[in-house]
């Protein structure tokens, strides 16, 4: 990629903030950053801002929050990279863009969906591919569709991703439930601080349970209100809540389960035994797994082990 940006100096009140075409970070994000305050406090702006530039005017590609900064703290003049829109073409200025935005820094998977939403509007779909190996993607149609899709969510579950409390893979799901449901899934998985696997366990049981009942999540989940308990006890809560659903996703499993719980204690296997159902009960074979300290006990116990395989 050919370099075709400037480098100047100006002052923070010349460019023009008002025009946020290019911002990539949801209206919910209004964070301060107390660390970035204090680096330009002391050392000025490392990073220049990006700007499109137009005749005598400035718009913000890329760096508006280190610009804010600058005003707040009083800085008279400030480095500034620019792009001027009469020898740069769109794909040039999108690359560009995206390429500073992604030094020393990393986008929400909402930033990127938002990037992709802009550059669409710019330059072709073959053009848009293009991109998607500087976000680390393979350049595919579907990953389009995918970023389209992120957008398409309740704002509560668009702000969950964008600070990463919601996982991009659970994400993907929830566009089949309706923004209600989708409020109750953010509201439990902060409540009871559910990592990825058990997001998708979650959200994978309320879109079978809200299809199947027509019911929303909320009247499905009645009387598991969440309480005020100590932090360490919500992970066990949350695996009783799945449990739970797992039961009224998979009634005849759970029934099965609990016949064979019963079977195993009434065996009494010795400590260093177990014995393992089919995960999910497909058939009725049985894994019996036992655990030697070393070589020698197993050894001892292979002969007999033998008379009853052959």
């Known amino acids: ?90 794909l040039r200025k999108l690359e560009h863009f995206l390429t500073h935005a992604l030094i020393g820094s990393s986008l929400s998977i909402i930033e990127q969906a938002v990037f992709i939403s802009k550059a669409a509007e710019e330059v072709s779909q073959q053009e848009v591919l293009s991109l998607l190996p500087l976000l680390g993607c393979k350049p595919q149609r579907y990953k389009l569709e995918e970023f389209a899709t992120y957008l398409q969510l309740d704002p509560v579950t668009v702000h969950a991703l964008h600070i990463g409390l919601i996982t991009p893979k659970t994400g993907s799901k929830l566009n089949k439930l309706s923004p209600a449901d989708q409020q ?14 058990k997001q998708q366990k979650l959200v994978d049981y309320a879109i079978e349970l809200t299809i199947r009942t027509g019911q929303n999540l909320d009247k499905i989940v009645e009387g598991w209100q969440q309480t005020h308990e100590e932090q360490e006890n919500r992970p066990q809560q949350a695996v009783a809540l799945l449990r739970r659903l797992e039961e009224l996703c998979f ?11 019963r079977f195993r204690r009434s065996i009494q296997l010795p400590e260093n035994a177990n014995l393992h159902h089919t995960p999910s009960f497909e058939d009725d074979r049985l894994t019996l797994s036992i655990v030697f300290e070393n070589q020698d006990t197993f050894r001892k116990g292979w002969d007999s082990i033998k008379k009853m395989l052959w």
């Open 1 to 90: 990629m050919t370099l075709q940006t400037c480098c100047s100096l100006l002052a923070p009140d010349d460019i023009d903030l008002n025009d946020t075409r290019y911002r990539l970070r949801p209206s919910s994000d209004t964070c301060t950053d107390q660390t970035l305050e204090q680096s330009i406090r002391k050392f000025g702006i490392l990073h220049p801002p990006l700007l499109l530039q137009k005749n005598d005017s400035y718009i913000v590609l890329s760096g508006r929050k280190r610009i804010k900064t600058a005003r707040t703290v009083g800085l008279k003049h400030i480095p500034v990279f620019t792009l001027d829109t009469s020898t740069t073409s769109p």
């Open 251 to 261: 009634p005849g499993k759970a029934t099965a389960e609990k016949k064979f719980n």
């Open 184 to 197: 109750t899934i953010f509201k439990m998985i902060d409540f009871y601080k559910m990592g990825g696997s």
